[in-house]
């Protein structure tokens, strides 16, 4: 609970990311996570997402529908834009690039990324 206390966003999952990231740069080899695990882990979290969800929260007006998919529209094209400027600077593969710029939380970024193999 280092995380907690020092509030760091997401500490549950930044703490655990940064300690890999430190772990890469000693001798020690880190194994990589079995695929059937990763499975298992994307089904508890995507139901964890899921249970938040309450009906209540499902009813919404025509025009807030209307103003959230605009919106989301926008920053689709914003974001490949952004992602194809990285794509040609960089010479990042697309999906790369894409799920680097993507709005997201880092959980969900991370198992597209997973997914797709991304860098």
């Known amino acids: 609970m280092l995380g907690k206390k020092l509030r760091f966003p997401a500490y549950f999952i930044v703490l655990p990311i940064l300690f890999v990231i430190f772990i890469q740069f ?3 080899d880190v194994p990589s996570v ?3 695990l990763n499975h298992i882990a994307q089904i508890f979290l995507g139901s964890y997402i899921g249970l938040l969800l309450k009906p ?3 009813k919404l007006s025509k025009k807030l529908l209307l103003l959230g998919l605009g919106s989301a529209i926008i920053l689709l094209i914003v974001t490949y ?3 194809w ?3 040609e600077a960089l010479g990042m593969s697309f999906a ?3 799920l680097s710029t993507a709005p997201g939380g880092l959980d969900q970024m991370g198992l597209i990324a997973s997914a797709v193999h991304a860098e």
Do not use: A, C, E, Q
Request: net charge neutral; charged share 10%; glycine share 6%.
């Open 26 to 28: 000693t001798p020690i």
């Open 96 to 98: 790369t690039s894409y």
């Open 56 to 58: 209540h929260m499902l």
């Open 81 to 83: 834009g952004t992602s």
């Open 85 to 87: 400027i990285l794509r």
């Open 34 to 36: 079995p695929t059937d």
